[in-house]
């Protein structure tokens, strides 16, 4: 067995059957659909509103220096009152959005928190039907703590690789459409 090793630092395995494995993950995964969505509706909503942000801080430049232009040729001066309504505004959907994305990975992590619990609990039931030849065969605690690593590597992944997956495509999608709405001048 040159090259696996066991452990933390172990080399990872790859399925043998990975669409079967993605088949069962997405399967355990459906009991969560409602909260799952919830966070694919907040990771859109964080995305949208942190995308919005610059566009309307633009209105605040181009304000000041409309104003400017107007305080320089002698008609008038700088809105502040206008500029900071813009300002406020902007805070307020960064806000928002700070928050959406606060309760997305809450939500995500506490489905990740259920669906690991719940795997350790099938697992638990699992090694409970094997018989003890194969336990023998192992080291000591060698099964356990690879299912254990398994367990936990697969709930940090999860909860980390979807909200970036979607954070992520939605962003991109977010900045091609705003790129396209401004068009060339």
Not at 74 to 86: A, P
Not at 142 to 166: C, E, F, H
Request: glycine share 12%; proline share 3%; with cysteine.
């Amino acid at each position: 067995m040159a090259g696996h090793r066991h452990g933390p630092g172990r080399i990872p395995e790859k399925p043998k059957n990975f669409k079967g494995t993605l088949r069962k993950l997405l399967r355990c995964l459906g009991a969560y659909r409602f909260a799952l969505a919830l966070v694919l509706v907040l990771a859109l909503a964080s995305t949208a509103f942190g995308i919005v942000g610059p566009k309307i801080l633009s209105t605040a430049t181009t304000e000041l220096a409309t104003g400017l232009g107007r305080k320089l040729s002698g008609l008038g001066g700088i809105d502040f009152g206008k500029i900071g309504k813009i300002l406020l505004t902007v805070l307020a959907l960064y806000l928002v959005s700070a928050a959406c994305s606060f309760f997305q990975s809450w939500i995500l992590a506490g489905v990740t928190q259920k669906l690991a619990y719940r795997l350790r609990g099938e697992i638990s039931a699992k090694i409970h039907r094997m018989p003890m030849r194969y336990f023998e065969r192992g080291t000591v605690g060698d099964v356990l703590s690879r299912i254990t690593n398994d367990v936990d590597t697969m709930s940090s992944g999860m909860a980390q690789s979807v909200t970036q997956l979607v954070t992520n495509v939605t962003l991109l999608i977010g900045v091609l459409v705003m790129n396209a709405s401004v068009g060339p001048r």
